[in-house]
T-cell receptor, first 115, second 113 residues
Framework: NAGVTQTPKFRVLKTGQSMTLLCAQDMNHEYMYWYRQDPGMGLRLIHYSVGEGTTAKGEVPDGYNVSRLKKQNFLLGLESAAPSQTSVYFC??????????????FGPGTRLLVL | GENVEQHPSTLSVQEGDSAVIKCTYSDSASNYFPWYKQELGKRPQLIIDIRSNVGEKKDQRIAVTLNKTAKHFSLHITETQPEDSAVYFCAASIGGSNYKLTFGKGTLLTVNP
């Protein structure tokens, strides 16, 4: 049981390049999330999904797109990377229903540097 | 939307002392309040959580208290140890739903041996 995994671990992009971050979970969780973490800013929600085939915008969605074609995978895309998207990206997932399924489990993170 | 304020941003204590981190939230409909610990270079991990129908919860050296009237909740760590050094984040569920969280900006706790 690997939990939540993310690929890649680290990536350097040039401004204008595109890339996709992959999140995978093997806990059969309904909900999945993408956050970005910047120094002094905490964790901010980019997009989330409440089930296979659904996505919704979070707090800071601009410049990102997501897809959830399979229940276990949640992809985050950057179509045209900008230096402001330099950050650490965390994926998280949780089960459906109420307590104690509310716990969000985080992946190990992807460090992205945009030059 | 929900706003979560967390204080202090940094906290330094001596080993064996207690540490308290406080958070306030704005949405009275919030009903779930988790605390996460993040060690340097690692992922955030849940250490304790509380629901709005409970005023206090303890787990060994860690406790969380909730004051719904004042809309604030606190993390208490007793008998601190060097391995407690990390960044701690509070969070509150957004509105009546419990599947979205708003996080505080974090507290860097340093426990000096």
């Amino acid at each position: 049981n690997a939990g939540v995994t993310q690929t890649p671990k680290f990536r350097v992009l040039k401004t204008g390049q595109s890339m996709t971050l992959l999140c995978a979970q093997d806990m059969n969780h309904e909900y999945m999330y993408w956050y970005r973490q910047d120094p002094g800013m905490g964790l901010r929600l980019i997009h989330y999904s409440v089930g296979e085939g659904t996505t919704a915008k979070g707090e800071v969605p601009d410049g990102y797109n997501v897809s959830r074609l399979k229940k276990q995978n949640f992809l985050l895309g950057l179509e045209s990377a900008a230096p402001s998207q330099t950050s650490v990206y965390f994926c998280a997932s949780r089960g459906g229903g109420n307590y104690p399924q509310e716990t969000q489990y985080f992946g190990p993170g992807t460090r992205l540097l945009v030059l | 939307g929900e706003n979560v304020e967390q204080h202090p941003s940094t906290l330094s204590v001596q080993e064996g002392d207690s540490a308290v981190i406080k958070c306030t939230y704005s949405d009275s409909a919030s009903n779930y309040f988790p605390w996460y610990k993040q060690e340097l270079g690692k992922r955030p991990q849940l250490i304790i959580d509380i629901r709005s129908n409970v005023g206090e919860k303890k787990d060994q050296r860690i406790a969380v208290t909730l004051n719904k009237t004042a809309k604030h909740f606190s993390l208490h760590i007793t008998e601190t140890q060097p391995e407690d050094s990390a960044v701690y984040f509070c969070a509150a569920s957004i509105g009546g739903s419990n599947y979205k969280l708003t996080f505080g900006k974090g507290t860097l706790l340093t426990v000096n041996p």
